[in-house]
């Protein structure tokens, strides 16, 4: 075990003392039984060891859990479903990590990928994880092409795409024993279920482009995501537009057809009124022409009656005025 190991042993010790402080701050001490202080065999933890395997592991679990949160912080019955899968491992012979255990060991992996970030770059770092925290915290990290230890597996990403499986590299060594046995464990299938992810070794993520492969970083995976959104809402603008043009079209023809029906209307009525004043002047003609044949009338009859009495009352009158006589 190197320096770096007893480190951030040490930080992670001092940050279970403080979060027990905390405890015993926020409740009275008779609600802190004594087996909480004690590990599952009874004796005292003294240190909180990790092995390779287990910070493998944990990373894995973690940035499943991390990615399948949208890069938010985990809650509470994330951080236990990481220990539980941490602890379910096969070839485990250190004692089951807590939830706490976990979330103090990622803290305590991420401040030292700042402190090593803050003083040194990717290339000159000895820290064997810091490549790889490089790659989950900004996901813009190169995929490696060979991994420079047995911890740097690459770390399983959401598939944006469905694709055609292919039988995956067998890596070497006691790495191929942990994969293997997590592939028979029950608890493994479950979160690989839960979160849709698969592992992946660092042989087949290097052997393709970064930007081709269909498990790239968050970023990209965002990036397709906004893309495949914005086609969404242009193919929902379309639609609306589309509609709209129709009930417009629609509205414009009722328009259409309900001018048409008042301009027929209107000549009905014109020619109606065409007739009437016809038939008024036919009437007007057919009245003056029996007023005149009633006036002809008058008159012949008055002649007619002169005619009768002048005949009557005087036999000689002048043959002159015997009127209606040839």
């Given amino acids: 075990m190197g320096v770096d190991d007893e480190q951030e042993m040490e930080e992670e010790e001092e940050e279970e003392r403080e979060e027990e402080k905390k405890k015993h701050k926020q409740a009275p001490p008779s609600l802190f039984p004594i087996s909480v202080r004690k590990g599952f065999s009874g004796e005292r933890v003294k240190r909180d060891e990790w092995s390779e395997g287990a910070v493998s592991t944990l990373l894995e679990a973690y940035e499943a859990k991390w990615v399948l949160r949208n890069r938010a912080k985990l809650k509470g019955h994330d951080w236990e479903d990481v220990a539980r899968h941490v602890s379910s491992r096969a070839n485990c012979t250190k ?8 979330k103090n060991k990622v803290e305590s992996m991420k401040k030292r990928y700042r402190s090593e970030s803050a003083t040194a770059d990717h290339a000159s770092s000895s820290w064997p994880l810091y490549s790889r925290l490089d790659l989950l915290l900004r996901g813009t990290g190169p995929v490696f092409s060979s991994p420079p230890g047995p911890l740097m597996v690459a770390a399983p ?3 944006l795409s469905p694709v055609e499986p292919s039988q995956p590299l067998a ?38 482009n970064p930007l081709d492969t269909d498990s790239s970083t968050p970023a990209l995976y965002s990036q397709k995501e906004e893309l495949r959104s914005n086609k969404r809402k242009k193919k929902t603008i379309d639609h609306n537009t589309g509609r709209r043009r129709k009930e417009y079209v629609e509205i414009a023809e009722s328009l259409r057809w309900l001018a048409e029906a008042m301009i027929r209307s209107e000549q009905a009525r014109m020619d109606t009124m065409k007739e009437i004043e016809r038939m008024r002047v036919e009437a007007e003609a057919k009245r003056g022409e029996m007023d005149l044949k009633r006036t002809e009338i008058i008159a012949n009859t008055q002649l007619e009656i002169a005619r009768i009495f002048a005949s009557v009352n005087s036999k000689g009158v002048d043959s002159s005025l015997r009127i209606g006589r040839s």
């Fill in 95 to 102: 004692s089951p990590k807590t939830s706490t255990q976990c």
């Fill in 157 to 159: 990403m959401p598939p």
């Fill in 171 to 208: 890596p070497s060594g006691p790495l191929a024993n942990a994969q293997n046995s997590h592939g028979s464990n029950g608890v493994d299938e479950k979160l690989a279920k839960e979160d849709g992810l698969g592992t992946k070794s660092s042989d087949q993520v290097s052997s393709k």
